[in-house]
């Protein structure tokens, strides 16, 4: 793998997006039917945060160590979400996303364009990268 090529090279440009004010059943029904496992958080074209299916893990642990079941349809992805994810800028490098994905032990990555969501690289991408 050229470690010096641009992301913009190996980007996924379509994103499925969800509000903060969606509820944790949209997530759910998104995570059912795609084969994805990382949504961002927007408002308009601005990132607000990021998703994983590990993160719904840890919502029905919560619960289930309080001894209650989540009332999914008022949890939204604004509380489970991780605010002000780490970015990568397109014109960065997939060596400095591949050691920002080691360092940081996380499985994506939104890519801006300037201030402006681009798309998302996963560390499955980069995988894909390195055996094409």
Do not use: W
Request: glycine content about 6%; hydrophobic content about 40%.
């Amino acid at each position: 793998m050229n470690t010096e090529k641009s992301i913009k090279s190996i980007l996924t440009t379509k994103i499925l997006a969800i509000a903060p004010d969606d509820t944790m059943l949209k997530i759910e029904e998104i995570f059912d039917t795609f084969p994805i496992h990382h949504i961002l958080v927007t408002v308009g074209n601005e990132l607000k945060g990021i998703i994983s299916k590990h993160d719904v893990l840890h919502v029905y642990q919560y619960h289930a160590d309080q001894g209650q079941v989540p009332d999914r349809s008022k949890i939204t992805a604004g509380d489970i979400m991780t605010e002000d994810p780490i970015t990568l800028d397109v014109d960065d490098t997939l060596g400095l996303a591949a050691d920002i994905f080691l360092s940081n032990k996380i499985h994506s990555i939104p890519i801006l364009n300037g201030f402006e969501l681009a798309g998302i690289i996963t560390n499955h991408d980069l995988m894909k990268e390195c055996f094409k």
